[in-house]
């Protein structure tokens, strides 16, 4: 907190998303920075750790992805903000199991947090993956990128539209300098350029502008235009065209205020997947479609992978794998609320799962 409250004090007030990347990512004070978030036991949970089925299907999907691209001899995988490694430790599980794409494969890994490094380098212990800093770093390909949950975990800018006036939200201490509160200030001509370009000022009066997705999105976009490849990400998302505030704070399971103890807590928003796939598409990549994360895994075939396992498990564990089964495919739980986006270099369509 206190090197929140110094920098307020210092600059008076600082942009919102400003504020998400120290609470964040912070070197020193950041929550990413500084802790294993995941699991039971940490804050929430993400679906490769409720069941090993999600990185199942994920493998597959690659393998077929390399399978559409002519079997390349050398393939990169880039995994996006990898966690605590449980995502990447699967895959490879699965990926042994065929050959000839375990040969020609390898693996970047795009972490920011070097305590999660170290987490990753201890549970992934291959020879076949390297780190990397930046993503201008990677110079060969055919590369699929993927990521889950890695877009919705970073900053945002809001933009508060009042008539035909329009506000950036910045945050301040209040006057007995005890607590955080947010401040409008007039938004720069830049800023309402780029939301008027992007088409964010139709309904609602709150708009998210995810300035550092969208520069992330363009960074991959590149890579794939030049070395072929494609993009697959799932995240918390909406495809309605309605702007909505959807920032929110996460802590032992439960949901509390942004400026409850920053630094301690995820901040999180959810993705707007139109605005993504105008991204991808200005950026001459072809999407295919949005779909459900329920949608995207029984078309892949967890359904059929859950059978199979099953026929060998004893009751109480069929029991577990299909309850985490529901979790993961369930329209109540994560099912629908997670979204998944493909883009690929234009060309010949890949369709699995879409
Ligand atoms: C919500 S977690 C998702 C973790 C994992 N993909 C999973 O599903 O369990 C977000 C991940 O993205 C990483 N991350 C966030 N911002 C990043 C950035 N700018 N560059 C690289 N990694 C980043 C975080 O440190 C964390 O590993």
Request: glycine share 6%; with cysteine.
């Amino acid at each position: 907190m206190n090197k929140i409250i110094n920098t307020l004090r210092e600059k008076k007030f600082i942009p919102l998303d400003r504020f998400i990347n120290i609470a964040l990512y912070d070197k020193k004070f950041g929550y990413y920075m500084k802790k294993n978030p995941f699991g039971k036991k940490g804050d929430f949970i993400t679906a490769p750790l409720i069941s090993n089925l999600f990185s199942e299907m994920i493998a597959v999907w690659c393998v077929a992805f390399w399978e559409h691209l002519g079997k390349p001899n050398k393939i990169l995988l880039v995994e996006l903000g990898p966690g605590d490694g449980t995502l990447c430790k699967d895959l490879i599980k699965t990926f042994k199991k065929f050959k000839d794409f375990y040969n020609s494969l390898e693996i970047n890994l795009f972490e920011i947090s070097n305590k999660l490094k170290k987490i990753q380098k201890i549970k992934i212990n291959s020879k076949k993956v390297k780190w990397i800093k930046k993503i201008e770093e990677i110079n060969y390909g055919p590369v699929i990128f993927f990521g889950n949950e890695f877009f919705d975990a970073l900053p945002i800018k809001q933009i508060y539209k009042k008539k035909n006036n329009f506000f950036e939200k910045y945050v301040a201490l209040t006057t007995n300098e005890k607590n955080i509160k947010f401040l409008h200030k007039k938004a720069n001509n830049n800023l309402i350029k780029c939301i008027k370009d992007l088409n964010l000022i139709s309904i609602g009066d709150t708009i998210e502008y995810p300035l550092e997705a969208l520069k992330f999105l363009k960074q991959i976009s590149k890579k794939i235009n030049k070395f072929d490849g494609g993009l697959l990400t799932i995240d918390y998302g909406y495809t309605l065209k309605k702007n909505q505030n959807t920032l929110q704070a996460v802590k032992k399971h439960n949901y509390l205020d942004i400026f409850f103890k920053p630094g301690h807590s995820d901040i999180t928003s959810h993705i707007n997947f139109k605005l993504f796939s105008k991204s991808l598409s200005e950026d001459n990549l072809a999407v295919k479609k949005i779909t459900t994360q329920s949608e995207f895994l029984k078309k892949v075939g967890i359904l059929k992978r859950a059978d199979i396992l099953s026929k060998k498990m004893t009751f109480k564990e069929k029991a577990n794998m299909f309850y985490r089964l529901k979790r993961l495919i369930d329209p109540k739980e994560m099912g629908d609320r997670f979204k998944v986006i493909f883009a690929q270099k234009k060309g010949k369509i890949f369709s699995l799962g879409f």
